[in-house]
């Protein structure tokens, strides 16, 4: 039977990031209650684009050495990113030194700061801190930043989250937010912290991985369908500023049938 | 600042406390409740943030003025006051939130200050000027016109709090608190319009006369719509929202001359004087709103009356849909009306959805369990009796919606002592159970008709839920059917008995219920499928595979129609006039007669073989039924989908063999189980469990995509085929009348979606032409010769044509030809969806230059 509305918390939209993706929005729709999306019961974000351009930041990339679990991760991914950038072709060809970019796990509160502040800088109305809190002290693995060597400074950031998802009980991991600063953008930055977060939800059991985007945000969703994610459902009029969203997801396991939310639903 | 001593709540400044136990802690510790989610989280609003404090008054707003609600305005002020209001209605309607389009207007909020007593004193400056405008163009006309939108709003706002559409997702339904008038009466209200409209004719006609100059005519023109379209919006909308439909149809003259006023307004507005402050766009600083707002974009005028007139239009086609005639025209409307584009408001949809069932009535006329049974009728039609003394039974059974297990059992047993004779107690027995049937079939028949009403991204999501409604419901009816079965086969052995013919072929078992089902099941599962496409949910290295699924959907469809309408024909229909024959007999006899026709448009099929010896051996003239118009127009749309689908794949198939097209998903990170087999699984898993059809094996798929070994432009020939086929299919169809189509509700969206069919089919066959002429399908027809020299003779030139069973036969260990090496580039492929959003144009874009 078609559903009530009910208000439900919603997610908060962010920007495009790479190529001046679309801006900002706000808090999506509510999920009525036989919603089968119970991922808009919970709020969302939507991630930031990045840039999917190639550029010579392969020879600055380096990895963490900080902490014990973010250095794992930003191992096995240095390996991806230099096979990528071995079929990409450079987008730019900037001689211009480029600072080096260390990618870090979150590790305390005394990144906050640097966090919120890139991702309010993208925002049109900024989280409240205990948005940010939510998922940091709940997930701390699953957040890293991207730091620019030189100056100290956090200029991209990913946050993410895994949970049992509805009634499948299947492990769905969750890209919350995103953002590069605008002046680091077509350097992979973004599509390497997509990466470690992934890396790092499926070794902690996720079997599949979504995330919501502007349906305008062409760049972004072309970064994560060539990481594998499809558009799996759309959203009407996802965010306050009436824009449609997608919901990307990436299977990491396969799914059984008798699990499945739907059939369980009906 | 917050002043303590007004507070509503006790207030007790805890700071200190907080600050002293946060001592203890270390950076980074956190309190948390275990119950604090992300919910609260985001609900969160940190005070005096001016990004989060949207009451926060900032400098540059701080200091502006109040507008004085009793400044007189002019006729041209009104006019554009009366359509920016309107204006901030339409993006409500759209959308957004009231505190952001039409709470922005003074004259709404404070309407009830504005008074014949209180003059607007020095502020305006106004009364000093001889020419200044008469109080009534504030009192008498803007007051009564503002009231009659904010009433309007107000059923507007009624209707959308049933839930019928999705919160703030179609709609925001938050007054934020704030009066739409309802309690003023509608007697008032009309009134108000009334002493306008008298006061315009009697002093305000000389006043705009003497004032506006050469504007003079179309000012008053202006103002007079304004007037007339308020009383006119109001009470169509009052009598649409009417309860059971009672008023619908008193609405239609309304909403016609609404449609007039709409035309008016356009012509007028660009009159209107713009007034400084009458829309304060910070007002939701007052509101209380639980999210900050966000920037949004006002609808513009045109943008405000066309969707206006959208709206009229819609109200009047459901308005038009209500007295239907037939089951299959009101599933077609629905059909229809759900899949318009631009897709109607959310307002339309809600009401589409109300008026569709109410207290068991569909369209606020007829029973729902009569639609179904004719929904059944008209699709396998069944033997007539099946459907006899259904009122009665549906009575003794409890009544219509309150059948259970146990009143079934009980009359049951009591069918023995009511039967006259065991035949009659045999059809009891069945008759009982399609009582108890139709009832559990009216949820999934009136959910699938609701999805119509929704928006599009929700109809696929819940028709997931609404196949499986249909799965259930099929395993219901084959327990069902197979009661029938034996029933029929006990009437069939008695009647024979009577007659002692023995060697009168046995017809094929009917399954009645379950085939009309199944029917349903399957068209909602074409429904789901394509609607991805028009989403755009699938990307281009996925459409092969989705095409072939529909494919494999459609062509299970039109078996299974095929199969129903052997069965109407193979129905011996019984010679005797001895019962008086009843009205329904009649008009089944001119619709078989009028299908007979379209059949005969359609295509010659051979009648099945006992039917073409009319002559039994005893000499009577034995005759066959004839299928419903309805099957035929099922038969003939689902072929023409099957053949449109199968052009695409065949195009899809054409160009993954020239290499232009991979099937493999991208997968630069290789993170995700991305092969294309679990895709495969993926998006097509809510019909793996179903008991039919079968589902496609992902190997099959690969198969189909081998196309029988074929070349690229082999394959590109039978395409070609299909979309001629197609064509011409669908030009047949444009011949038929909106009663033959039945599509009396509907007639000029069904038109419309026809051609757009059709444009579809021509368009790829100018596509293939371009497709023909690549590199690449030359070097592949090349390679397929040379591979053909060498075999000598082996094969012939013309094949036969690609036909399902060879399609679903090739297998991958067929005669595979071997794909060369191209020397040619790889081209991009276009995908074009401008025609239809549910069969692309597939073309190449150019080479790129070497």
């Given amino acids: 039977m078609p559903p009530k509305s009910k208000l439900k918390p919603k997610t908060k939209s962010k920007t495009g990031g790479g190529g001046g993706g679309p801006t900002p929005s706000g808090p999506a729709a509510t999920a009525p209650p036989d919603s089968t999306t119970p991922e808009s019961s919970h709020g969302s974000s939507t991630p930031t684009s990045t840039t999917t351009a190639s550029s010579t930041a392969t020879t600055t990339t380096s990895t963490s050495t900080t902490t014990g679990g973010a250095k794992t991760e930003s191992s096995s991914i240095s390996i991806s990113i230099s096979n990528n950038n071995t079929t990409t072709t450079p987008a730019t060809t900037s001689n211009a030194p480029l600072p080096p970019i260390d990618y870090v796990g979150y590790e305390s509160e005394h990144q906050l700061q640097g966090m919120m502040s890139l991702i309010e800088n993208d925002l049109s109305e900024p989280y409240s801190i205990y948005t940010y809190r939510y998922f940091l002290h709940q997930w701390p693995k699953l957040s890293f930043l991207a730091m620019d060597r030189e100056k100290g400074t956090c200029i991209g950031v990913i946050v993410c989250r895994l949970e049992p998802h509805g009634h499948s009980a299947r492990n769905r991991g969750y890209i919350a937010m995103l953002a590069v600063s605008k002046e680091y953008r077509k350097r992979k930055i973004g599509s390497t912290l997509v990466l470690m977060a992934i890396e790092a939800m499926k070794s902690a059991g996720a079997d599949e991985i979504v995330l919501e985007t502007e349906y305008t945000n062409l760049s972004a969703i072309a970064l994560y369908q060539q990481m594998g994610f499809i558009k799996d459902k759309r959203l009407y009029r996802y965010y306050l500023n009436g824009v449609d969203a997608f919901r990307l997801k990436l299977l990491c396991k396969p799914e059984l049938l008798a699990l499945d939310p739907a059939l369980v639903q009906a | ?850």
């Fill in chain 2, 1 to 850: 600042m917050l002043n303590l001593g007004t507070s509503v709540y006790p207030f007790e400044d805890v700071t200190d406390l907080v600050d002293a136990a946060a001592k203890d802690m270390e950076v980074g510790e956190l309190v948390q409740v275990p119950s604090f989610s992300l919910f609260d989280a985001m609900c969160a609003i940190v005070i005096m943030d001016p990004k989060m404090d949207t009451g926060m008054i900032m400098d540059d707003t701080a200091t502006g003025p109040v507008y004085n609600i009793n400044r007189r305005v002019s006729p041209t002020e009104f006019i554009w006051i009366f359509d920016n209001i309107l204006i901030g209605q339409m993006t409500w309607l759209s959308g957004h939130a009231l505190s952001q389009t039409l709470f922005t207007s003074c004259h709404i909020l404070r309407l009830l200050e504005i008074n014949q007593e209180d003059d607007d004193g020095e502020s305006s400056g106004l009364h000093q000027d001889p020419t200044q405008p008469p109080r009534d163009f504030l009192v008498a006309v803007l007051k009564s016109c503002v009231l009659a939108i904010a009433k309007s709003c107000a059923l507007i706002w009624s209707e959308m709090r049933k839930g019928q559409v999705y919160e703030e997702e179609d709609f925001m339904t938050n007054k934020f608190g704030v009066s739409m008038f309802e309690d003023i009466p509608t007697a008032s209200l009309v009134a108000m319009l009334d002493q306008a409209e008298y006061w315009m004719e009697s002093e305000g006609q000389q006043w705009i006369k003497y004032h506006c100059g050469s504007d003079a005519g179309e000012v008053l023109k202006g103002v007079m719509e304004r007037i007339d379209y308020c009383r006119s919006s109001y009470m169509a909308l009052f009598q649409v929202i009417a309860p059971k439909c009672s008023q619908y149809s008193q609405a239609g003259p309304q909403l016609e001359a609404m449609q007039t006023h709409i035309s008016g307004l356009k012509a007028t507005h660009a009159l209107g004087t713009k007034v400084e402050g009458a829309f304060d766009h910070t007002i939701h600083r007052q509101l209380v709103a639980n999210t900050p707002p966000r920037a949004i974009a006002l609808l513009t005028f045109d943008e405000t009356i066309e969707q206006l007139a959208q709206m009229c239009t819609d109200l009047m086609s459901i308005g038009k849909a209500l007295p239907f005639t037939s089951s299959a025209n009101l599933v077609n409307f629905f059909i229809l009306f759900g899949s318009q584009k631009p897709a109607p408001g959310a307002f339309p949809r809600s009401i589409l959805q109300t008026v569709l069932y109410e207290e068991r009535i569909i369209m606020g006329s007829r029973k729902v369990d009569d639609v179904v049974r004719e929904s059944i009728q008209e699709t396998v039609s069944p033997v007539t009796w099946i459907f006899d003394n259904f009122d009665t039974l549906q009575t003794r059974l409890g009544g219509a919606g309150n059948t259970t297990p146990a009143s079934e059992s009980h009359v049951l047993a009591t069918i023995p002592e009511l039967a006259e004779d065991s035949i009659s107690a045999y059809k009891m027995r069945i008759q009982t159970g399609v009582v108890m049937f139709v009832e559990k079939a009216t949820k999934p028949f009136v959910d699938t008709l609701h999805i119509m009403g929704q928006n599009t991204s929700r109809q696929r999501r819940n028709l997931r839920k609404i196949v499986q409604l249909w799965e259930t419901l099929q395993e219901q009816a084959e327990v069902f059917d197979a009661d029938v079965h034996a029933v029929l086969e006990e009437l069939r052995v008695q009647h024979r008995g009577d007659t002692e013919e023995e060697d009168q072929e046995q017809p094929a078992a009917p399954f009645y219920f379950v085939s009309w089902v199944y029917h349903m099941k399957l068209w909602v599962m074409e429904w789901l499928l394509l609607l991805g496409s028009e989403l755009e949910l699938y990307s281009p290295f996925e459409y092969s595979m989705v095409y072939a699924y529909v494919d494999s959907v459609l062509g299970a469809h039109a078996q299974h129609l095929q199969r129903i309408r052997s069965i109407i024909e193979s129905e011996v229909l019984e010679p005797e006039p001895v019962d008086p024959p009843l009205a329904k007999e009649t008009s089944e006899e001119s619709s078989a007669k009028e299908a007979s026709e379209l059949k005969k448009k359609k295509k010659k099929k051979k009648k099945p073989s006992n039917a073409s010896s009319a002559v039994s051996t005893t000499e009577k003239v034995i005759e066959y039924a004839k299928p419903t118009r309805t099957i035929l127009m099922w038969q003939f749309l689902t072929s023409v989908k099957m053949q449109l689908t199968r052009g695409v794949f065949l195009v899809l198939a054409s160009l993954t063999k020239a290499g232009h097209l991979t099937t493999t998903p991208p997968h630069i990170a290789s993170h995700g189980m991305n092969n294309l087999e679990m895709l495969f699984a993926h998006r097509f898993k809510a019909f793996r469990l179903l008991s039919s059809p079968e589902a496609l094996p992902f190997d099959n798929f690969l198969s189909r995509l081998e196309c029988d070994g074929l070349d690229s432009l082999a394959i590109l020939n039978y395409a070609t085929d299909y979309f001629s086929e197609a064509q011409r299919a669908l030009e047949q169809l444009l011949l038929l009348s909106a009663a033959e189509a039945q599509v009396l509700l509907c007639e000029d969206a069904w038109r419309k979606d026809i051609m757009n069919m059709i444009k579809v089919c021509i368009a790829s066959k100018i596509g293939i032409v371009g497709l023909q002429k690549d590199a690449r399908m030359l070097e592949f027809r090349k390679s397929t010769l040379e591979a053909q020299k060498r075999k000598l003779g082996t094969s012939s030139g013309g094949g036969p044509k690609l036909t399902t069973a060879q399609i679903k036969a090739s297998s991958s260990t067929s005669k595979t030809t071997s794909v060369p090496v191209f020397k040619a580039p790889v081209r991009k492929v276009v995908f074009e969806w401008k025609y239809h959003a549910w069969w692309p144009v597939i073309t190449l874009a150019p080479p790129p230059s070497s």
